[in-house]
């Protein structure tokens, strides 16, 4: 019996991923960019070789489908393997938009094969991470990261890489968080149904992949400005198309409105604030680090609780036994 523990960070993603090329290995339709974000944090602990499959999360048993997506990981990582027993926790809430899934499978691969003795890459975890949830093939790398579509039908191209490290440009994420608790519509089934729904769908992928060249661009020069305004034209862009499904998606809250709201009327009076959501309520404003007390101010008229967050490392072994 071996035991390992790893911790990974969520990521949000600056330029957005919406929709599948291929649905079993989670290939996309479109690239993304994403930050590394602390100290939001998954931490994992996988025991290697007990006699039966057992997940705990937040200190309660997994419900079956979460188990299930963990093991069958698992399963394409070691195929023949033992038992394992995974304890895994999030220092932020599950499952509401704020990206839990991505630093939650990046946190397991991570774990998992340090507790099997495993010597592969973090770019090489980052493709079974990729299997678990898309976005987390972005958590396994500290800072800016991109995961290109790829074009190879395995997928092999198709995983995060860095962009930049975490202490690249010192900017800040600022979460309000206007509704935490589970989502209706997880990520996976509202991107399935809007792109077999929606008629904006293949203008939404068309425009991503267009924006790629031009986020990355923008992160290299800290041109905040520039990647401020592509990162909330990406976030729109995305709803709308969930928003011409049939029937229609819709992620927002109404105090998502507010926060939007509250941004916009930041930008007016000249504090360069720009949003971002993602299948859920919460709205995340990017913002230079000296910005970032005064946008936690206006935000939190809107928000049941607002976090501050700044760029996080890689996913990284903590403990070994
Ligand atoms: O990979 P998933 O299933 O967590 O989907 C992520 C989808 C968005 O958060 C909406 C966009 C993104 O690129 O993270």
Redesign the pocket.
């Known amino acids: 019996m071996t035991r390992a523990t790893a911790v990974a960070h969520p990521?949000?993603?600056l330029?957005?991923?919406?929709g599948k090329r291929d649905r079993a290995l989670?290939l996309p339709t479109n690239g993304?960019l994403?930050l590394t974000l602390a100290p939001f944090c998954t931490t994992t602990s996988v025991t290697w070789g007990v006699d039966t499959d057992l997940a705990r999360l937040d200190g309660r048993e997994a419900s079956g489908d979460e188990a299930r997506k963990m093991f069958a990981l698992l399963d394409r990582m070691a195929p023949g393997r033992p038992g394992v027993a995974i304890e895994t926790g999030n220092n932020f809430p599950t499952a509401a938009?704020l990206?839990s899934?991505?630093s939650g499978f990046a946190a397991l691969v991570v774990a998992a094969e340090a507790a099997m003795g495993g010597t592969r890459s973090l770019e090489e975890l980052a493709v079974f991470a990729?299997m678990g949830?898309?976005?987390?093939t972005?958590s396994l790398h500290g800072g800016w990261v991109l995961?290109p579509r790829g074009e190879r039908p395995d997928g092999l191209d198709s995983h995060g890489v860095p962009v930049a490290p975490v202490d690249h440009w010192d900017v800040r994420m600022v979460v309000a968080v206007v509704k935490a608790g589970r989502k209706d519509t997880?990520?996976?089934d509202?991107?399935n149904h809007t792109q077999a729904t929606s008629p904006f769908f293949d203008a939404w992928v068309a425009t991503a992949e267009a924006d790629l060249p031009e986020a990355k661009d923008a992160v290299l020069a800290r041109d905040l400005e520039r990647l401020g305004t592509l990162v909330e034209r990406s976030a729109m862009r995305?709803h709308g198309s969930m928003l011409g499904a049939d029937p229609w998606l819709c992620y927002f809250a109404p105090g998502s409105l507010l926060a939007l709201a509250a941004v916009r009327a930041l930008r007016r009076e000249g504090i360069g604030a720009w949003a971002t959501?993602?299948?859920g309520p919460n709205v995340k404003v990017l913002c230079a680090a000296g910005d970032a007390p005064r946008v936690a101010d206006a935000l939190r008229e809107a928000a049941e609780r607002v976090e501050v967050l700044a760029p996080g490392g890689p996913a990284r072994v903590t403990a070994r036994a």
Do not use: E, F, H, P
């Open positions: 990521n949000i993603a330029a957005k991923y919406w989670n993304s994403s938009g990206a899934s991505a990729r949830s898309g976005s987390a972005r995961w997880g990520s996976t509202g991107m995305m959501m993602d299948a």
